[in-house]
């Protein structure tokens, strides 16, 4: 079986829309801040509606050149039949990089009369737009060109910042399109790039149930669960991804969507990535220093997945040793880190880097304080590694059926390579993953 062996019943994201904000037994109040999503063949017919119900009066249009093609025209056409006065930023596709720049372009571009952001397409185009709609206070809502990331609903955009990408707070679309018969035209390889973000969601709630037992981290059971039922039925129906199925892909991006409320839901990013997402980070870094190879987002998150699994499997024939995780400990040297750091990551690690000297990944009271909880843990630590992992060379075989990356060579990265691309990982985000975990056990050469 390759989907979790724990799961519960089917997630129905209009119920989960409707319904108010509820307390659950993790704690917390979950409430999505999504309002509602239209999945269906030929949603964007009920845009005029849509528009009207959020008291619309006039559009600020955001796409890219593609996106254009894909729906933005379509989109303009309804518009104009509906006498729905709107203004238009085009950006230019082969340089549409979510950073200040095109912010500060958006800023300009945007009119005050405007009360509508409309954004045609995913990513990009998503992140820009959440960050414009907080700006300026106005309802956002976004036709999605593809089932390519799990942003939809989530209320934080990912921005490149001095050569580092990082997550800010922003605001998730009011309402958003999901067009059946506009995404199963999507690019093939962004359809494989959303299944590779879901597929991510094995290792991220592994993690996140790890992290809760060695560091005491708040964990929901069930936001897990969300995530656990969303990739359920998009491996049941994945076979049907490569026909551009209507199934498939609505399974694919209710996913996608279930993994941003999920977020949402827990107030952090836990649920939707674990150290699979450090791969892609690092490798896009590595990118715009070096002009490395790259791919899209959810094919790099889908390579690293087959990577941490990997790395877990090394994990399950370990025996924790205290005495040689201390020993190991002693002999870290962050002068050496900040060199290994700065030679893989160059400008783009500098405020990795700066941050070193205060981390808790070189503090020995704190090592110390977890090394009590991994060993105490231990059978408990393998038990979620089983229960929540699928096999590799499972998905793998379900990886090739689909024609999706497995490898970094795939995208011209070389497989020699990632050994220490995963072992900078834990210095990426202050979150316990696995090479958090390797770390701790004296695993790790820095």
Same mark, same amino acid.
């Given at each position: 079986?390759?989907?979790?062996?724990?799961?519960?019943?089917?997630?129905?994201?209009?119920?989960?829309?409707?319904?108010?904000?509820?307390?659950?037994?993790?704690?917390?109040?979950?409430?999505?801040?999504?309002?509602?999503?239209?999945?269906?063949?030929?949603?964007?017919?009920?845009?005029?509606?849509?528009?009207?119900?959020?008291?619309?009066?006039?559009?600020?249009?955001?796409?890219?050149?593609?996106?254009?093609?894909?729906?933005?025209?379509?989109?303009?056409?309804?518009?104009?039949?509906?006498?729905?006065?709107?203004?238009?930023?085009?950006?230019?596709?082969?340089?549409?990089?979510?950073?200040?720049?095109?912010?500060?372009?958006?800023?300009?571009?945007?009119?005050?009369?405007?009360?509508?952001?409309?954004?045609?397409?995913?990513?990009?185009?998503?992140?820009?737009?959440?960050?414009?709609?907080?700006?300026?206070?106005?309802?956002?809502?976004?036709?999605?060109?593809?089932?390519?990331?799990?942003?939809?609903?989530?209320?934080?955009?990912?921005?490149?910042?001095?050569?580092?990408?990082?997550?800010?707070?922003?605001?998730?679309?009011?309402?958003?399109?999901?067009?059946?018969?506009?995404?199963?035209?999507?690019?093939?390889?962004?359809?494989?790039?959303?299944?590779?973000?879901?597929?991510?969601?094995?290792?991220?709630?592994?993690?996140?149930?790890?992290?809760?037992?060695?560091?005491?981290?708040?964990?929901?059971?069930?936001?897990?669960?969300?995530?656990?039922?969303?990739?359920?039925?998009?491996?049941?129906?994945?076979?049907?991804?490569?026909?551009?199925?209507?199934?498939?892909?609505?399974?694919?991006?209710?996913?996608?969507?279930?993994?941003?409320?999920?977020?949402?839901?827990?107030?952090?990013?836990?649920?939707?990535?674990?150290?699979?997402?450090?791969?892609?980070? !690092?490798?896009? =870094?590595?990118? @715009?220093?070096?002009? #490395?190879?790259? /791919?899209?987002? *959810? &094919?790099?998150?889908?390579?690293?997945?087959?990577?941490?699994?990997?790395?877990?499997?090394?994990?399950?024939?370990?025996?924790?040793?205290?005495?040689?995780?201390?020993?190991?400990?002693?002999?870290?040297?962050?002068?050496?880190?900040?060199?290994?750091?700065?030679?893989?990551?160059?400008?783009?690690?500098?405020?990795?880097?700066?941050?070193?000297?205060?981390?808790?990944?070189?503090?020995?009271?704190?090592?110390?304080?977890?090394?009590?909880?991994?060993?105490?843990?231990?059978?408990?630590?393998?038990?979620?590694?089983?229960?929540?992992?699928?096999?590799?060379?499972?998905? !793998?075989?379900? =990886?090739?059926? @689909?024609?999706?990356? #497995?490898?970094? /060579?795939?995208? *011209? &990265?070389?497989?020699?390579?990632?050994?220490?691309?995963?072992?900078?990982?834990?210095?990426?985000?202050?979150?316990?993953?696995?090479?958090?975990?390797?770390?701790?056990?004296?695993?790790?050469?820095?």
């Amino acid at each position: 079986m390759i989907f979790s062996t724990i799961y519960s019943d089917n997630m129905d994201i209009q119920k989960i829309l409707s319904s108010p904000a509820f307390s659950c037994e993790c704690g917390k109040i979950h409430k999505a801040q999504l309002k509602e999503a239209i999945i269906e063949n030929g949603a964007i017919q009920k845009l005029p509606e849509i528009i009207k119900k959020y008291k619309g009066t006039k559009v600020f249009l955001v796409a890219d050149e593609n996106t254009m093609k894909a729906a933005g025209n379509s989109c303009i056409e309804i518009l104009n039949q509906n006498n729905i006065p709107y203004k238009t930023s085009i950006l230019d596709a082969e340089r549409a990089e979510p950073d200040e720049h095109l912010i500060g372009k958006l800023a300009f571009d945007f009119s005050p009369d405007c009360d509508i952001i409309l954004g045609i397409g995913t990513g990009v185009i998503n992140d820009l737009c959440k960050i414009l709609a907080n700006i300026t206070d106005r309802t956002f809502i976004l036709v999605a060109t593809a089932p390519s990331m799990d942003g939809f609903a989530s209320s934080t955009s990912s921005i490149i910042k001095n050569g580092l990408k990082v997550s800010i707070n922003s605001r998730c679309a009011d309402c958003l399109f999901a067009d059946v018969d506009i995404l199963k035209n999507a690019p093939y390889d962004m359809i494989i790039a959303g299944f590779g973000d879901m597929l991510a969601k094995y290792i991220s709630i592994c993690e996140w149930r790890i992290g809760n037992i060695v560091t005491g981290e708040y964990y929901c059971e069930y936001v897990a669960n969300m995530m656990r039922t969303a990739l359920k039925a998009i491996i049941e129906n994945a076979d049907g991804l490569k026909n551009r199925d209507d199934k498939a892909i609505i399974s694919l991006m209710n996913g996608l969507i279930l993994a941003g409320i999920a977020a949402d839901y827990a107030g952090v990013s836990r649920p939707a990535s674990g150290v699979e997402h450090y791969y892609s980070h !690092i490798w896009d =870094m590595r990118h @715009l220093e070096f002009n #490395t190879p790259w /791919s899209l987002h *959810g &094919i790099q998150c889908g390579v690293g997945t087959c990577l941490a699994l990997k790395e877990y499997e090394k994990i399950k024939d370990i025996t924790p040793n205290k005495n040689l995780a201390l020993a190991s400990f002693e002999k870290y040297d962050i002068a050496k880190t900040k060199k290994i750091i700065s030679e893989h990551l160059g400008k783009s690690g500098n405020e990795i880097i700066e941050k070193l000297e205060t981390s808790d990944l070189f503090n020995r009271e704190k090592h110390k304080e977890l090394l009590k909880n991994i060993p105490t843990h231990w059978d408990k630590i393998l038990e979620i590694i089983n229960e929540e992992l699928p096999c590799r060379n499972e998905l !793998i075989l379900l =990886m090739n059926k @689909l024609k999706a990356p #497995t490898k970094s /060579s795939y995208f *011209g &990265i070389p497989d020699s390579e990632n050994h220490q691309t995963f072992l900078i990982t834990k210095y990426i985000r202050d979150k316990y993953i696995l090479s958090t975990l390797y770390k701790e056990l004296g695993l790790s050469d820095f």
